[in-house]
């Protein structure tokens, strides 16, 4: 979602001339199709890098414009997020050292936005998601200020009548709503294009769709989602939820939601895929289209159908039609969209190498693979791999399933390296980018299996927003060793799993503000309930404060263990596992301290202590947009204490 120059304010009058604008590209498309005027008999392949800015703490550093600034270099350019940069790498011929001056581009121009961002006291991290990501980093106030930003946000969320639904479900579940399209700039993916003619389009894209469970399978890089472990690559699920417009009468006649696999095999080609869309999906933003198409086409000039780029570029396709003009010359291209970014450079190389050598390697002998193979596979193959990694079971041609893993070593990687191979790629290419799609295979450890297994090895130390600053670490450290070999560093399957070495400033900056070591695994109880149930939580679970919740999980009080100790000194309640006194048991609301105090994730930890000591309370309840997400209570502060205490006298 590179940056566009849009109406900040469109009225409807602006509106009705950019759609009258989109129909004329349409129809000056047709004509260009008609008279073979798109460039055919080439195949270019290129690449979009989205990058994270992260601060000296590992967290989002909303620092896009100034890096950009200080870097001054055109392929950069911004993204959502103040806290995501993009990269858009120069075209070049399929063939050759292709594959190998993409991963030369791809360190150069990485290096120039890292170089400016830590002139800046930040760093660039490549990762699908970032782990160390946090509700509050979704605020407007991090949105990038650009006119076709917030014109996007506004479209959006007029046509959502609403806030924005996640749900996912994985290892973990995540349910909740979000006021703004920020959710999307959680994601980073790194973005292949495959540049084809015409006549080919159709059988190409069907083979783009074919294949890319397999290759993202193979690929997957985001396992984790403001703190949830949830699907292998939970970039597919989070952005097809970010930016899904339908309200609930369309979504209850399965209205198609904007960022979509497709329901079919292409037949007629790029031009029956942009009326579709546009068919299909409203307009959300418009711009100045300059001179029409077809006086263009009367000169006997190439037109750049900007109205039809525009509005492409609002449709989330995984693989999606692109039309583009270089020197004068105009061209169709295929944008894959699922790859993750990172976990290395050579990992992201390694991953287009595949996709490229299979949508090459299986033209020949599959050139009608919509007769071949049922599209409701192809679609269950891209959420089942998006899902498991690895671990997917799909179903290939002739309606054989098998595990991900091998179908990737004995069909795929082989048909990939004749693909590569007839376009005269080069053999120590093929070997080497390949050879890291196979060994990252046969070891099983994809990015996102290595930060699971890294997950694992902490559990029982530290707090999880260690665990996830770790990650991040790891991932930064091996990146620069990466940048540093210029080629030379370890891709993912050799990593050895993350693990914690907190010293005095990273504990520091992992116990800064409240959400950094909340408890959020809660027990609560309603107000309605009897004292007893309070009093068997506490000893059940070892707490000494129960919060209150209401029907609707508004907090109201909190029961504390003090409370309970009043009331059993009374004799109207039953001590755990004790005999209830006679008559009505009492009812929760009677003795908890109803309107507690509260802190939000993002109140600092010394304000934190303060308000404790100045309350005289033991816990105070942590809450974000009017509901409880977690707790904070003495014990923590006790347990935060002694850690940075052991740091310091450690370190002193």
Known sequence: MGEQHVSEQ???????????????DVAALERLLQEDRIESGVRRIGAEQEMFLVDRALRPAPLALEVLERAADGRLTTELARFNLEANLCPLPFGGDCLRRLEAELFEVVGRAAEAARALGAEVLLTGILPTLRAGDLGLENLTPKPRYHALNRALLA?????????????????????????????????????????????LYN??????????????????????????????????????????????????????????????????????DIARFRVLITAETGEPPAAVLARGEVPDLKALRVHNGTVYRWNRPCYGVAGGVAHLRIESRALPAGPTILDEVANAAFFFGLVAGLSGEHPRIDLEMPFEDAKANFFAAARHGLKAQLTWLGGRSYPAAELILSRLLPAAREGLSAAGIDAADIDRYLGVVEERVRRGQTGAQWALGSLSAMAGQGTPEMHHRALCAAMLARQREEARGAGAGRPVHTWEPAALEPDRESLRDSYRTVGQFMSTDLFTVRPTDIVDLAASVMDWRHVRHVPVEDEQGRLVGVVSHRALLRLLARGTAAAPGGAAPAGAPPAVASIMRPDPVTVTPETPTLEAMRIMREQRVGCLPVVAGGRLVGIVTEHDLIDVSASLLEAFLREG
């Open 207 to 276: 083979l783009a769709q074919a294949v890319t469970a397999p290759v993202l399978a193979a690929a997957v890089n985001s396992p984790l989602l403001l703190g949830n472990k949830l699907w292998h690559e939970t970039r597919i699920a989070l952005f097809e939820s970010s930016v899904d417009t339908r309200p609930a009468a369309r979504e209850a006649r399965q209205h198609r939601p904007r960022v979509h696999f497709g329901d079919g095999w292409v037949q007629g080609g790029a031009l029956d895929l942009f009326r579709e």
């Open 10 to 24: 469109v009225n409807e009058e602006q509106h009705q001339a950019f759609m009258r604008a989109l129909l004329d």
């Open 159 to 203: 046509l959502r009548q609403g806030d924005f639904r996640v749900s996912i479900h994985g290892i973990d579940e995540l349910e909740m709503t979000h006021g703004n399209i920020l959710l999307e700039s959680c994601n980073t993916s790194f973005q292949v294009h495959l540049q084809v003619g015409p006549r080919e389009f159709a059988p």
